[in-house]
């Protein structure tokens, strides 16, 4: 296969296994998608939505948020870890949300970035999940998987990302980097894997990948 055709049997594997993806982090507009983005660094999807419910109820528009202190976000997220720097994140960017934007989460890549505690993954997804616009956002998920389909030379995120933008079609990018991300989780995780379940990698792999993982069943 060559490249387009290692790109299209992609496609099409995902959208057999996941034509439809939920989005993983329960919210209920572009702030608690934010919010909860936000939280999920270096987190699990699992963890956040145990605590933004807890946090939503006392808080769930940046006008309320702005009512607590930093100290008793901190207590209501502290679970989901880094509370230090996640309580400030979310306590500043809901005050300048307040200040410029009327109280709304704006759709706009640099507005998102230039938000405390906002960085360009996080400003990825809420620009794909919240207002449909074209992103690919890149977790470890989709890094490890580009690596191992020998579709990115695993270099960094930001290569990662500029790959998967070049090789798939951009009305793709937003169903796809979701398809990706439950694919890995379910099939290519980073432990545990099971090659014989992958059939993905097992397709279309890199030849290194392949043979340090079959050397290692040995």
Do not use: C
């Not at 790109?7 to 996941?18: A, G, H, K, R, S």
């Not at 993983?24 to 608690?32: I, R």
């Not at 400003?123 to 690919?136: E, G, K, L």
Request: aromatic share 10%; no cysteine; glycine share 4%.
């Amino acid at each position: 296969m060559n490249k387009q055709e290692k790109v299209q049997f992609v496609i099409d594997t995902l959208n057999d296994i996941f034509p439809e993806v939920p989005i993983p982090l329960d919210h209920k507009d572009p702030y608690t998608l934010l919010i909860a983005v936000l939280l999920s660094a270096q987190s699990t999807d699992k963890k956040v939505n145990q605590i933004t419910p807890i946090l939503f109820n006392t808080a769930d528009n940046p006008y309320q948020m702005v009512k607590l202190s930093i100290e008793e976000i901190r207590a209501i997220i502290k679970p989901v870890g880094l509370s230090p720097m996640k309580s400030k994140g979310i306590y500043g960017l809901s005050q300048i949300l307040i200040d410029k934007y009327n109280g709304e989460v704006p759709a706009d890549f640099d507005a998102l970035e230039s938000l405390p505690a906002v960085g360009h993954k996080t400003a990825s997804v809420v620009m794909s999940q919240a207002f449909n616009i074209p992103a690919f956002p890149v977790d470890t998920h989709i890094h490890r998987l580009m690596y191992r389909w020998n579709l990115s030379n695993g270099k960094n995120v930001v290569q990662t990302e500029a790959d998967a933008k070049r090789l798939f079609p951009r009305e793709l990018w937003n169903l796809l980097h979701l398809q990706i991300i439950y694919y890995a989780r379910q099939y290519s995780p980073a432990r545990g894997w099971d090659i014989e379940k992958d059939i993905i990698t097992s397709t279309i792999g890199r030849k290194t990948v392949l043979e340090k993982y079959y050397k290692s069943k040995k």
